[in-house]
């Protein structure tokens, strides 16, 4: 089976700091990995997708993630948060079953609140 | 422009109702899905079908029921056999070109019973 942990609920950085959103992976090949943004009230949005190859991904607006096989993870950075990145991100695993069935998971979320 | 549009965004229902929830893309993808969201909970999914008049159970189908009679359209049924059914619901599509397997999702249908 596989699953994606997210282990930070909620975080709080200043506008201008570094930031760094945390997610470990379980599943027993390589996995196709993404990070979704969703603002209040709306849908997600893709941020950043790996599925092979170089191992730092860059995404949109500022953002990039590391897929480090060793760790299971593939944790979203950003050099400097700017207040409109306050939002809730996901972090998403996908992959196929024996069956040959698309799988998506995704974790529970972590807010990012930002102070000005 | 392409992209999935959910409606209504906002419904209200009675106990004991059933209402039926929107999805249309026209970004010609195959699969389509409908996941509910509550307060740190996460994404979980109800339904997914990934042809037309093929459609299979997610993790939480009970209460919900779908059809797929056309490639653009998923419409989504909160029975009133849902228990707990005020949440937000999401849907989404998945093309199955080449690079791919992401999924791209509409702005989502926010259900209140009251």
């Known amino acids: 089976a596989q699953s994606v942990t997210q282990p930070d609920i909620h975080i709080t950085v200043s506008e201008g700091a570094s930031l760094e959103l945390r997610c470990n992976y379980s599943?027993?090949?390589?996995?196709?990995l993404f990070w979704y943004v969703q603002s209040p009230g709306q849908g997600l949005q893709l941020l950043l997708k790996?599925?092979?190859?170089?191992?730092l991904v860059q995404g949109i607006k500022g953002f990039e993630a590391e897929f480090k096989r060793s760790q299971s993870s593939f944790n979203l950075r950003k050099p400097s948060v700017h207040w409109s990145d306050a939002a809730e991100y996901f972090c998403?695993?996908?992959?196929?079953?024996?069956?040959?069935?698309?799988?998506?998971?995704f974790g529970k979320g972590t807010k990012l609140s930002v102070i000005p | 422009d392409g992209g999935i549009t959910q409606s209504p965004k906002y419904l209200f229902r009675k106990e004991g109702q059933n209402v039926t929830l929107s999805c249309e893309q026209n970004?010609?993808?195959?699969?389509m899905y409908w996941y509910r969201q509550d307060p740190g909970q996460g994404l979980r999914l109800i339904y997914y079908?990934?042809?037309?008049?093929?459609?299979q159970k997610g993790d939480i189908a009970e209460g919900y029921s779908v059809s797929r009679e056309k490639k653009e359209s998923f419409p989504l049924t909160v029975t009133s056999a849902q228990k707990n059914p005020t949440a937000f619901y999401l849907c989404?599509?998945?093309?199955?070109?080449?690079?791919?397997?992401?999924?791209?999702f509409g702005a989502g249908s926010r259900l209140t019973v009251l």
């Open positions: 790996y599925f092979s190859g170089d191992t």
């Open positions: 970004l010609n993808h195959d699969a």
């Open positions: 599943y027993g090949a390589t996995p196709y």
């Open positions: 989404a599509s998945r093309g199955s070109y080449s690079g791919a397997n992401v999924l791209t």
């Open positions: 079908s990934q042809i037309v008049n093929d459609f």
């Open positions: 998403g695993l996908a992959g196929y079953s024996g069956a040959g069935s698309y799988q998506l998971t």
